[in-house]
């Protein structure tokens, strides 16, 4: 997978991409993320990438002008026989909010073009004319898009093929099925006289991964209950979930 993002502080990526599952990725080549400053494509002597708003009010607006031609340099260097979609993701507040599932299909693409806004915001041409996608990362304000494009190259990065050391750590984590992930433990067995749960000390390995969803299932249920309306259980689990309702609504 390529990933281009624009962004006028292409420092602030640095870390991100140099340790962990991250940096492993990029050295087996299987993510190529490539940071370009859009200030670069401004045409005035100062490199001016924003303006005042027409109208008034508080604030900057981005211009319209060094964000299309970033784009633009940036489609050139697209092979005429790579025939597949570019999604161009502008990270806003106004956008569809981020989720496991979205990841799921950004992670599906060969290559994607994120923006990062700043200051009041984009010139809404950037949103009408060349944007295909909005995303947010939730409901509040940020400085600008930078950490939230960190946030979605993580999360769809790691999806990838080959980047997790086990394939079945992406299918087993919070909201990966819907559901939050069951409590984890390691050594020692006993910790200041918490014990660790005796099934996962069993061996029995369907015993355990029956405890793990019902587990999953009453995390979810007692921290984000929200979450289960979305998710898909088996007619045993169904009745758990109702058990568990009946429960807590006494």
């Not at 930078?146 to 080959?162: H, N, S, W």
């Not at 020692?188 to 390995?205: D, K, R, T």
């Not at 979450?227 to 058990?243: G, I, N, Y």
Request: hydrophobic share 40%; proline share 7%.
């Amino acid at each position: 997978m390529r990933i281009d993002v624009l962004t006028l502080f292409p420092p602030m990526f640095e870390t991100l991409f140099s340790q962990s599952i991250l940096k492993r990725a990029i050295e087996q080549k299987i993510v190529r993320i490539n940071l370009v400053n859009f200030r670069d494509y401004a045409h005035d002597k100062h490199h001016t990438v924003d303006d005042y708003p027409y109208g008034g009010g508080p604030g900057m607006v981005l211009k319209p002008e060094p964000i299309f031609e970033a784009v633009d340099a940036i489609k050139l260097t697209i092979s005429p026989e790579d025939t597949c979609p570019v999604p161009i993701i502008l990270l806003s507040p106004q956008g569809r909010l981020f989720s496991q599932k979205v990841a799921h299909e950004l992670a599906r693409y060969n290559h994607l073009i994120l923006i990062c806004g700043h200051y009041e915001g984009v010139d809404e041409r950037v949103r009408e004319h060349l944007a295909t996608d909005e995303i947010s990362i939730g409901d509040y304000v940020l400085t600008g898009g930078e950490l939230p494009a960190m946030v979605v190259i993580d999360a769809v990065v790691r999806l990838l093929p080959g980047v997790l050391g086990s394939e079945v750590s992406a299918t087993e984590e919070s909201h990966a099925e819907g559901l939050l992930e069951y409590p984890q433990y390691t050594r020692p067995p006993v910790y200041q006289g918490w014990a660790v749960p005796e099934i996962l000390l069993s061996g029995n390995h369907a015993q355990i991964a029956k405890w793990r969803r019902e587990q999953a299932i009453k995390r979810t249920l007692e921290r984000r209950p929200e979450l289960l309306e979305k998710a898909t259980f088996t007619p045993e689990e169904k009745r758990l979930v109702a058990k568990l309702l009946t429960s807590e609504a006494k």
